[in-house]
């Protein structure tokens, strides 16, 4: 299945106890230009940290800012102040090549949405993570299909673009991309959301064996037992929301 | 590679203070940027915005006003604007290419598709008639046309085998830098996402920096790394491609991004 052999030694939980993921003092507002420009403070003094092999759950209503904490350490939502630290490199400030970087070999990112480039077969979509990294185009193709199989996805629709697909499909076809590379630090919105029993199960053991191999996981769960089972702590993201004056 | 190592590399365009006017009016000013080996940098913007003049003048096909184009060439760093005017056509035809919206203008459309592949290489030395068909007849399978169309001219093909035979007859000869000017503008969406994927392997497999001039932003989401903003001849918003398109800081881009039709 995977290999780990891609991982560096420093990221392994037996030679280092440090977080692999460190935020601190994160804040966040939005200001809308074509509304009278209106600044909304969305978050403000946010800090946590996550060390290799742990799970850590957000959680709190919608709208008070799962999604965003997580799209701000993915790096497609500017932080306003603070630091957010990703092995040694602080997404808050780093140039975009230097993201570029860290998202192609060190931080892996399951969305709920799945963006392909149309007509492009699933295969392909899930090898392609490996191909930017350097991995030979057969042994990137084997990995995908194995991982494709163990997600129960049909045969017959590995060779289709995963656009027609129906939404638990999708969802596992994303998972799949994120699961094909061994990432030391992974964040995953609602990895379980639409799937049945059985592909549920599948996808919890995914993340178990990630977490095994020493993966600093930050998860969105809405799933009360999935949250129970994998999350080592959790973190309500209601204590950053800004207080209304 | 580590991303130290990354950090230390070189650009291989670093752009400062970039100008150019027509008369009174200006076509683009105040533009800075560094260009990484690999890095696929878009340009958007509505028309007017001088986003076409701009790719212009980093390709040398206009003269720029004021500021530095620096180019890192194979005999060191040298600022293209200050070359002399055949040095700058060698680098056109060697470590630049441009595709251009409209294959006809990138095209010699009255010359067989093997032959606006050989050319290419012809310009740059290869004389050797078999190899050059061999290179002709790979380049043409790497961009989808069969091996049994090379003799034929390019006016007999479609438009999307147009446009793949401007790529195909700009990248046989291993340029570092690639210039596109909407390079899927005038296809058919069914088209237009073949080409995306082609292009998307051709730079990962080739190492190709590019820049790409669109008003697509769905384009530039699955192509590009980075993304520079246009407007009134201004960079107003550059940065990583997904975070100017999911959190658009400035005024303009905010509008931009609304304004995108839901399919």
């Known amino acids: 299945m995977i290999r780990s052999t891609n991982i560096p030694s420093f990221w392994s939980p037996r030679f280092c106890r440090c977080d692999v993921i460190t935020i601190s003092n994160l804040s966040k507002s939005f200001t809308l230009h074509n509304q009278g420009a209106a600044v909304i403070p969305v978050m403000t003094g946010a800090n946590l940290g996550v060390a290799p092999g742990e799970c850590l759950g957000l959680v709190g209503a919608s709208g008070s800012g799962k999604s965003t904490l997580m799209r701000m350490i993915w790096g497609n939502y500017l932080a306003a102040s603070g630091s957010i630290m990703v092995g040694d490199v602080d997404v808050a400030k780093a140039a975009p090549r230097e993201i570029i970087t860290l998202r192609r070999g060190t931080l892996g990112y399951v969305s709920q949405f799945l963006r392909v480039v149309p007509r492009v077969p699933t295969m392909d979509v899930v090898a392609e993570p490996l191909l930017t990294l350097g991995v030979p185009a057969e042994e990137a193709r084997a990995r995908a299909m194995a991982l494709l199989a163990q997600l129960n996805i049909p045969e017959r629709l590995w060779s289709l673009s995963p656009t027609t697909f129906s939404g638990g499909e999708q969802q596992r076809v994303n998972i799949a991309r994120g699961f094909v590379h061994p990432y030391p630090a992974l964040l995953l919105d609602e990895p379980t959301a639409s799937l049945d029993l059985v592909n549920r199960e599948v996808v919890l053991t995914l993340i178990e064996a990630a977490k095994a191999r020493g993966a600093a996981i930050i998860g969105i769960f809405h799933d009360e037992q999935a949250r129970a089972r994998l999350c080592d702590r959790l973190v309500d993201v209601t204590q950053f929301t800004p207080k209304v004056a | ?263």
């Not at chain 2, 670093?14 to 878009?42: H, M, N, Q, T, W």
């Not at chain 2, 067989?112 to 290179?135: F, K, P, T």
């Not at chain 2, 292009?199 to 769905?218: N, P, Y």
């Not at chain 2, 980075?226 to 960079?235: E, F, I, W």
């Open chain 2, 1 to 263: 590679m580590s991303i130290l190592a990354k950090m230390k590399m070189q650009p291989l365009l670093s752009v400062r203070d970039l100008a150019k006017f027509y008369g009174g009016r200006i076509g683009c000013a105040d533009v800075g940027f560094d260009l990484y080996p690999g890095e696929v940098l878009g340009i958007v913007g509505e028309s007017g915005s001088g986003k076409s003049t701009l790719l212009s003048c980093l390709a040398g096909h206009l003269a720029p006003d004021r500021g530095e184009v620096i180019f890192d060439t194979k005999e060191g760093l040298r600022d293209t604007v200050l070359m002399a005017e055949a040095a700058r056509r060698r680098l056109a035809r060697t470590d630049w290419a441009y595709v251009h919206q409209n294959p006809r203008d990138g095209l010699r459309m009255g010359v067989s598709a093997g032959g606006n592949v050989g050319e290419r290489l012809m310009a740059v030395g290869a004389r050797h008639y078999g190899q050059i068909r061999d290179a002709a007849v790979d380049w043409l399978g790497r961009v989808e046309i069969a091996a049994d169309r090379v003799d034929d001219r390019p006016s007999a093909f479609s438009g999307g085998m147009q446009q793949r035979l401007q790529i195909a007859r700009n990248l046989v000869t291993g340029p570092r830098l690639v210039f596109m000017d909407e390079p899927t503008g005038g296809l058919d969406v069914s088209v237009q996402a073949r080409l995306l994927d082609l292009l998307r392997g051709l730079v990962r497999e080739m190492g190709l920096s590019a820049i790409i001039v669109t008003h697509d932003l769905a384009v530039v989401r699955l192509l590009a790394d980075r993304l520079m903003v246009m407007k009134g001849g201004y960079v107003v918003e550059q940065g990583l491609t997904d975070q100017v398109l999911d959190d658009p800081q400035h005024e303009y881009t905010q509008l931009l991004v609304s304004s995108v039709l839901q399919v």
